[in-house]
């Protein structure tokens, strides 16, 4: 693809980065096919090649963001299908990621969206103020049919029951079981330790009964990849992670960084090209990339160890996008269900985004 960028916009390291992803586009299209939104709409703005090409627009402009291309990145789910799909290696996720921050930054959108977004953004990476908003929801429920639209639909998803807080998601350490092989820090994440804590206590369970340290570092949270995806700086919860994990990894050591969450995952694997501007955290980000595996990663790594009484079960499989075509992690969660005496059936056309169904 040409580009027309002036001296000028290349002097900015997003623009470059950005420069360089378009120009690896050869317009084939062979991403509408596996594009949930193009799939469903047939449009071609809301296939990955049309937004490409509304973001070359855009930021060859220079302007403001206008309503038609919010609307068809807005639409976009970062599923990442096309990057797999993709024969000329086009870094769609950098490139979207980029656009979304410009139209953040530009975009004046209608006030109740505005509100929204401030809304999750304010919320939802913080576990402290969910949970609040979680029992507001509760105690709202009752007059949902008082309430406008917006707010009918987000108690509707709000759960009729909520987990009590866990105490293994507070800074510590779970030694071992047996011979210690690994020690590994666990993060502890945002939204999913309020809506399901059982997922990051199952998780240290599994790790420490394989051998495995896990660490929940003092200062670790939220990857950011909440607000990161509205377009909005991330910065400060990417900077605290870093910051967590590098201080532990220097104290007492650290074999890996375990995610349980997929798009998590995506998201630290991230780190080093997000920070890589950053001149006094970039090697750091880098490092914590490098850390970063997900937990059937580890699992694959060490070898799981199957219950002698372990039920005989059939399960479905369905991989989640940012697992498979974000983290390129394909195998190791299907290998581990059959060690573990599984029967896996994987569910057609699963490389599809679930949004698709």
């Not at 071609?44 to 070359?56: Q, V």
């Not at 479905?316 to 269900?337: E, I, M, N, T, W």
């Amino acid at each position: 693809m040409r580009t027309e960028f002036s001296l000028a916009q290349l002097a900015d390291p997003a623009i470059q980065a950005s420069e360089q992803i378009l120009r690896a586009c050869v317009h084939c299209g062979f991403c509408t096919a596996t594009c949930p939104t193009y799939v469903l709409l047939g449009d071609e703005r809301d296939s990955p090649r049309g937004r490409i090409y509304l973001i070359k627009e855009m930021l060859e402009a220079g302007g403001a963001a206008t309503a038609t291309e919010a609307t068809h990145l807005d639409r976009c789910l970062s599923c990442l299908s096309c990057m797999t799909t993709c024969p000329s290696g086009v870094n769609y996720m950098h490139l979207v990621d980029h656009a979304r921050n410009l139209v953040a930054k530009t975009y004046t959108r209608p006030f109740r969206d505005r509100v929204e977004r401030w809304f999750l953004d304010a919320v939802l990476p913080h576990a402290g103020r969910f949970r609040l908003a979680l029992i507001g929801a509760l105690l709202a429920r009752p007059f949902r049919a008082l309430l406008p639209r917006g707010l009918r639909t987000m108690i509707d998803l709000a759960p009729r029951r909520l987990p009590a807080p866990s105490r293994s998601d507070r800074p510590q350490v779970f030694p071992a079981k047996g011979t210690r092989r690994m020690r590994v820090a666990l993060m502890p994440g945002c939204v999913q330790k309020v809506l399901d804590p059982a997922i990051n206590e199952a998780t240290i369970r599994l790790l420490t009964r394989h051998g495995c340290d896990v660490v929940v570092a003092k200062g670790s949270g939220c990857c950011g990849a909440l607000t990161h995806h509205l377009g909005k700086d991330a910065t400060a919860a990417i900077k605290a992670n870093v910051a967590a994990w590098i201080g532990e990894r220097k104290a007492r050591g650290l074999d890996a960084i375990v995610i349980n969450a997929s798009g998590c995952g995506t998201m630290v694997k991230d780190y080093g090209f997000l920070l890589r501007n950053d001149p006094e955290m970039a090697e750091a980000a880098k490092t914590v990339s490098a850390l970063c595996r997900d937990v059937s990663e580890i699992m694959a790594e060490i070898g799981i160890r199957r219950a002698p009484d372990a039920p005989k079960l059939s399960v479905a499989y369905h991989a989640a996008c940012s697992l498979q075509h974000g983290q390129r992690v394909l195998d190791p969660p299907k290998d581990l269900l059959r060690a573990a005496g599984f029967e896996v059936r994987e569910i057609p056309e699963s490389h599809l985004c679930c949004g698709s169904a």
